[in-house]
C-alpha cells in the first residue's frame, strides 16, 4: 500500500530501475502533437521524437482511434496463428517498396537480428558454410543484442559482453576502398545504415552506397540496409534507398513505424525469404495485432505526398534557425543530415558537451537529442508545425546561451 501511494519521482527512478540510462531531471506524463507536459504542467517542445520514433507527434488522432478499436477488437494471437492487421500492413509495405516478403519483429534489434540471421543462413544453405562473413562500419548503430551490438561498430557497446559472435570486419563508413580490401568469396553480407544515426547523424554518399550494390552483387553477397532510424519518411522519402535509387536485398524498418506503438519488420525478396522454413526463426509477439494497427493507420498516413514533401521545407526552416544560432555562438563546426534527421557537429573547442546542451535544452522547455559527445541531433515529427519549430528554436537559443555563458 505505502509502495504504491508513494510519489513518483525522478529519484524513483534510481532506486528500481538498472543504472543504464541517465533519463532527464523531469518525468514527461502527457503528450499532444509535438508538445509535451511533465508532472509539474511546464511544457516542453519536442525535437526528440523518443528518438525517431513519434513521426507523427504524439496522439495523432487516427493513431489513438486504430488503437482504441483494435485494442476492443483482438491484442493477440501469437504466430500460431495469423492476423488481418498484420496482413493487410504486410500488402501496403510490399506494394511501396522493392519488398516481397517481410516479417515482423518488435524492436530494431529483432528486425537487424532477423536480418543478420538471414543472411548468414541464406549464404550457408545457397552457397558455402563457409560464407559467414560479415563487412559493417565503424560507428554503426544496430541494436543491443550480442549479434547486433557485435555488427555494430562501437565497441563500448560490445566490450565486456564476450566472447562475441565471430567473423565480423568493420571498415570505415563512406570509404569503398576500405570494403573492397576486405570483400571476397566468404562475405554472405554487407550491412550499412544508409545515413548513420546513433554514429553522429552521417549520409552516405550515392557513390558509397552504389559501390556495395555492385560489389555484393559481384560476390554473391547480400546488401542489408538499416533504415531502423532514418526510414518511414524522416528524409523525405519513404525509405532512404529510394533517395539514393540503390536497392537493398534486406531492408529494417522500425522507430517510426508503429509511430511510438513497439513494431519493426524487416522487407526482402521471395528468393531470400524462401531461405527460411517453418520454425527456423520467430517471435512470441512479432506482428502482434495491436502493433500492426497502429502501425498500418501510421504507414497511411506517412506514405502520402503531403507528409513526405512538407519534410523538405520542415528542414529548411530547421536549418536556418541553427545556422542564426550558429553566427550568434558560433557554436557548430557542420549542419547535416537529411530531411528531419539534423546533426548540429560542436565545434572542437565544445565537444564532449552535447549532453550538457541536451540537459539545458530541457531546462529552457525543448526536448532535443545528442548522437555522441560532439553532435546535437534533431528528429521531430514529420508534421511538426512551423509555429513549434520557432519556438522550440527559440528555447534552444536560450538554452545555448546559458551553457555558453557558464
Ligand atoms: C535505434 C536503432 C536500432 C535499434 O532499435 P531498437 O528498437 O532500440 O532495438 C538499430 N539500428 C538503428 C540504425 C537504430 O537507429
Redesign the pocket.
Known amino acids: 500500500m505505502a509502495t504504491e501511494q508513494a510519489a513518483i519521482t525522478r529519484a524513483t527512478f534510481d532506486e528500481v530501475i538498472l543504472p543504464i540510462y541517465a533519463p532527464a531531471e523531469f518525468i514527461p506524463v502527457k503528450g499532444r502533437g509535438s508538445r509535451v507536459w511533465d508532472q509539474q504542467g511546464k511544457e516542453y517542445v519536442d525535437f526528440a521524437g523518443g ?2 520514433v513519434t513521426a507523427l507527434g504524439h496522439c495523432h488522432p487516427a493513431l489513438v482511434e486504430a488503437l482504441k478499436t483494435q485494442g476492443e477488437t483482438l491484442w493477440h494471437t501469437s504466430n500460431v496463428f495469423t492476423n488481418e492487421p498484420a496482413l493487410r500492413l504486410a500488402r501496403k509495405l510490399i506494394a511501396a517498396t522493392f519488398a516481397e516478403r517481410v516479417l515482423f519483429m518488435n ?4 528486425a ?1 537480428e532477423t536480418a543478420f540471421k538471414l543472411a548468414r543462413y541464406y549464404a550457408s544453405t545457397r552457397h558455402s558454410p563457409y560464407k559467414t562473413k560479415i563487412i559493417a562500419f565503424h560507428n ?5 543484442s550480442l549479434f ?1 551490438v557485435s555488427v555494430g561498430g562501437q565497441p563500448k557497446y560490445s566490450d565486456g559482453f564476450g566472447p562475441k559472435p565471430a567473423d565480423i570486419i568493420h571498415v570505415p563508413f563512406n570509404d569503398l576502398h576500405a570494403v573492397k580490401a576486405v570483400m571476397d568469396d566468404h562475405t554472405c553480407a554487407i550491412v550499412v ?1 544508409p545515413i ?3 554514429g553522429g547523424v552521417t549520409a552516405a554518399t550515392p557513390e558509397f552506397l552504389q559501390g556495395l550494390r555492385d560489389l555484393c552483387d559481384e560476390y554473391k553477397a547480400l546488401l542489408v540496409f ?5 526510414g518511414m519518411g524522416r528524409i523525405g522519402e519513404l525509405f532512404a534507398y529510394m533517395h539514393y535509387g540503390v536497392t537493398p536485398d534486406i531492408l ?1 524498418s ?2 517510426a513505424l508503429g509511430g511510438g506503438f ?1 513494431v ?1 519488420v524487416m522487407l526482402t525478396t521471395q528468393d531470400i525469404a524462401s531461405a527460411f522454413h517453418v520454425g527456423t526463426h520467430g517471435s512470441t509477439y512479432g506482428g502482434n495485432p495491436l502493433a500492426c494497427a497502429v502501425a498500418g493507420a501510421a504507414f497511411d498516413i506517412i506514405n502520402t505526398s503531403e507528409v513526405l514533401n512538407g519534410v523538405m521545407a520542415k528542414r529548411q526552416q530547421f536549418i536556418r534557425h541553427l545556422q542564426q544560432i550558429d553566427q550568434q555562438f558560433d557554436l557548430f563546426s557542420d549542419i547535416r543530415g537529411m530531411g528531419l534527421l539534423i546533426g548540429a557537429e560542436l565545434k572542437p573547442h565544445y565537444q564532449g558537451r552535447a549532453r550538457e546542451f541536451l540537459y539545458a535544452a530541457a531546462q529552457a522547455g525543448v526536448m532535443v537529442l545528442n548522437a555522441g559527445p560532439d553532435v546535437m541531433r534533431f528528429a521531430p515529427a514529420l508534421i511538426v508545425e512551423e509555429a513549434d519549430i520557432d519556438e522550440g528554436m527559440k528555447r534552444f537559443a536560450n538554452a545555448v546561451a546559458k551553457v555558453i555563458k557558464g
Do not use: L, M, W
Open positions: 528518438i525517431a524492436s530494431g534489434t529483432e537487424n554503426a548503430f544496430h541494436g543491443r547486433t545504415e548513420q544515426g546513433e538499416d533504415e531502423v532510424q532514418c529494417t522500425a522507430k513497439p519493426s
